[in-house]
């Protein structure tokens, strides 16, 4: 299964099982776990897959002309909230 960074935001792709996991989001995608790769077929195989979903990611970056020098972060920051059950 080819990985197709950016694309959407409800593919993932698993390598090693569970172990390592690659996240596809419309925004960005994420890496996830850890991965051992031996000197073996099943370490080719992994490192296969890993690499198809890194070029995907560099690919599309590259083909993208309106590419921002910096995304927008969209993460939520902590603040106060008041205490419903005062």
């Not at 935001?9 to 090693?16: F, L, P, Q, R, T």
Request: glycine fraction near 6%; aromatic fraction near 6%.
């Amino acid at each position: 299964m080819a990985f197709d960074a950016f694309k959407n935001d409800d593919e993932a792709v698993n390598i090693e099982g569970d172990a390592f996991t690659v996240e596809n989001g419309s925004d960005r995608v994420v890496f996830n776990g850890e991965l051992e790769i031996r000197k073996d077929k099943a370490g080719l195989k992994a490192a296969l897959a890993l690499k198809d979903a890194v070029d995907s990611v560099v690919a599309a970056l590259q083909a993208d002309k309106a590419l921002p020098e910096h995304a927008k972060d969209e993460t939520v920051k902590p603040g106060k909230v008041d205490n419903p059950f005062a």
